[in-house]
RNA sequence: UGGGGGAUAGUUUAGUUGGUAGAACAGCGGAUUCUGGUUCCGCCAGCCCAGGUUCGAAUCCUGGUCCCCCAGCCA
């Protein structure tokens, strides 16, 4: 059967957001314009849930030739830093999107803001409350409850001016006053019980600086900044739900025109948390080494790790968008991780483990090189020589002594392949006197088999990697394990979060031997290690003296599956 | 218990005038393989519940159940 065009074209993504945007454009509402927008706060990394929003706002826009901004919602002066923008920016940028001339502050929209409230005082819609935060709260009333109006409500428009005019030019400590629009403190959304809109805040912004000493909320920013940019589809995570009503209010009453706000469930990942405080708070508590430790869910740790930006967008695509909560499984994002590596990684060998062979029957000065495939699925990617010699390292784990069933690799008397090379058997096992341990191995080689074939045609059940002990590099190796040793981390508590981090999410091997091409390694891309992983050198504790990898994710392992299956059956 | 949302295999999803519930991941089994990788094939497994309308319901109607969000001067 042949492929003909119409089968090629590739289904158009779909998921009920693009749906909704979609019969926008057609029915021409917003003049058939599409603007979308990523809004973080610079107040930590970014991590792999926003990337979900990332794709999905920047996907959006340049599906329908729109513009999608970055736009920053710095109004909490207390949290926010310019580590994190520019972390940001960095991450976007590596994820694959560019928001070209499209960079926005909501801090450089304080003056309009601040017009903006201007406004609804005087359309007593907005005015200044004197209570402390405690009798707000008690005012507000409970979810079963309802509320109670402030004594300060009806303060005339004249004297909220002033008061607020007094706030802006910092005649009050913080707490005394705060402006608050006049809804309703009967609503049954507890949003519209006169939400506050501005509070004092005597600190310094990291882009106004001391300019202001009043900030408003993100309620009373977000949906005119979105207003004041033009943007159409404003796309967030479902727990705006409940705001929404009040960004309509806002809008309405300020007489802007509003965008569509459409809510999405935002991504939980098993085994991981994805909520900037609580990866904040490990990184505050030393439990990680920092917002890019390669075990983190930030994109800054992935990119570390070597996970690539394609494999990323690839997983937000996979998980689709929807409303219901759920929690993906981390072997979802590793099967897409592999699946991307496994087609562009560069193949090259390297030993973990290493144990030293020694080839009997192999001349002591000799040096063969044998030609290695760089990616069986790419062959455009070439070959390389790797050096062959009479002593050579192989994986500890490739050897057992007393071969359990189904093992295949090396044991005594029996024979093996060397990839790209010889086979070679073996014949003497040589212990530490002291530990009894395996300390090295004696082998002999055929020579008729160069090439990993033998011309009597027998069959060897193993191939194994090997470096060759005087051309090998040495390398420290980290290798990674899942974050938290149980599965849904996200519903513990701070308290205890640390105390379910999985004792094994890293592993620090050294004097691990590589190949000699690795002697100095690409820093931009992630090797398969053969039968082992995928690895990339460390962007930060690497160095020429030093080399350090990351396992960015090991290979499928059945063998691996076979013995733990193999224990469980003998624990039980 | 006020208001706002959501329920399709173990997990994440598709299902557009009502017409045999489709996929991916995970799990299990097999074939191929100079990576116990990759690839390929097969198996397992699902419409929250109860009624109703209909020749026919995941889809429409009624009534339940369960889960999530909101009581920051956080976002």
Redesign the pocket.
């Known amino acids: 059967m042949s492929r003909r065009g119409g089968d090629e074209i590739h289904k158009l993504k779909?998921?009920?957001v693009r749906d909704a945007v979609s019969q926008d454009v057609r029915s021409n509402k917003f003049g058939g314009r599409v603007q979308t927008r990523f809004p973080p706060?610079p107040n930590g990394y970014l991590h792999i849930g926003h990337a979900k929003s990332i794709c999905l706002n920047f996907g959006i826009a340049s599906e329908h030739n729109g513009v999608c901004s970055l736009r920053f919602?710095d109004?909490?002066p207390s949290?926010e830093e310019s580590e994190f923008v520019e972390s940001i920016m960095k991450d976007v940028r590596w994820l694959g999107f560019d928001w070209g001339p499209h960079l926005r502050y909501a801090s450089d929209y304080f003056e309009e803001l601040y017009q903006f409230a201007l406004q609804l005082i005087r359309s007593e819609k907005a005015y200044v409350d004197s209570?402390?935060?405690d009798d707000?709260?008690a005012y507000?009333g409970?979810?079963?409850e309802t509320g109670k109006n402030s004594p300060y409500r009806d303060r005339t428009v004249v004297e909220n001016i002033e008061l607020f005019k007094g706030m802006r030019a910092g005649e009050f400590p913080?707490?005394s006053h705060?402006l608050r629009a006049k809804i309703d403190m009967c609503s049954?959304?507890?949003?519209m019980r006169d939400?506050?809109m501005y509070?004092?805040v005597h600190a310094r912004h990291y882009r106004t600086g001391d300019k202001w000493c009043i900030?408003p909320?993100?309620?009373f920013a977000h949906g005119q900044s979105d207003a004041l940019e033009g943007v159409t589809h404003s796309v967030c995570t479902?727990?705006?739900?409940?705001?929404r009503p009040l960004y309509d209010w806002f809008l309405d009453e300020l007489s802007v025109a509003h965008p569509r706000q459409i809510e999405f469930?935002r991504l939980n990942l098993s085994h991981t948390v994805l909520s900037k405080r609580k990866l904040g708070e490990l990184v505050a508590g030393g439990h990680v080494s920092g917002w890019d430790d390669p075990r983190m869910p930030t994109l800054s740790g992935m990119r570390r790790r070597g996970y690539t930006p394609t494999s990323l967008r690839n997983f937000c695509e996979?998980?689709?968008v929807?409303?219901?909560?759920?929690?993906?499984?981390m072997?979802?994002l590793e099967?897409i991780v592999?699946?991307d590596l496994?087609s562009c990684a560069p193949?090259v060998m390297g030993v973990l483990r290493p144990l030293r062979v020694v080839l009997l029957n192999y001349p002591e000065e000799k040096v063969e090189h044998v030609e290695a495939i760089n990616n069986?699925?790419d062959s455009s990617m070439g070959t390389r020589s790797v050096p062959f010699s009479r002593v050579l390292y192989l994986e500890k784990d490739d050897f057992n002594e007393d071969p359990p069933k189904?093992?295949?690799?090396l044991a005594p008397g029996r024979e093996v392949?060397l990839?790209?090379a010889y086979f070679i058997r073996c014949e003497n096992v040589v212990h530490n006197p002291e530990t009894g341990e395996v300390e090295e191995l004696h082998c002999t080689y055929d020579p008729s088999t160069l090439?990993?074939?033998a011309p009597d045609g027998r069959k060897v059940k193993?191939?194994l990697h090997w470096v060759s002990a005087a051309h090998s590099v040495d390398a420290e190796i980290r290798l990674y394990e899942r974050l938290f040793s149980v599965e849904e981390p996200s519903a513990l508590t701070s308290e205890i979060l640390a105390s379910s981090l999985n004792p094994e999410s890293l592993q620090v091997l050294r004097g691990c031997k590589l190949e000699p091409s690795l002697a100095q390694p690409s820093s931009d891309s992630t090797y398969?290690f053969?039968?082992q992983g995928y690895f990339c050198v460390d962007s930060i504790e690497s160095s020429e003296n030093k080399l350090v990898f990351n396992r960015t994710v090991a290979?499928?392992?059945?063998?691996a599956?076979?013995e733990s299956?193999r224990h469980a059956k003998r624990n039980n």
């Open positions: 779909s998921d009920f706060e919602d109004t909490n949290n209570l402390s935060a707000i709260r507000r409970t979810l079963t913080e707490g705060v049954g959304n507890i949003n939400p506050v509070r004092i900030y909320l993100y309620d479902l727990e705006f739900e409940n705001n469930a996979t998980i689709g929807a409303k219901r909560n759920t929690t993906v499984d072997a979802l099967h592999r699946k496994n193949r069986p699925e189904k093992f295949y690799r392949r990839r790209y090439g990993g074939m193993a191939t398969q053969e039968r290979l499928r392992d059945t063998w599956r076979i299956k």
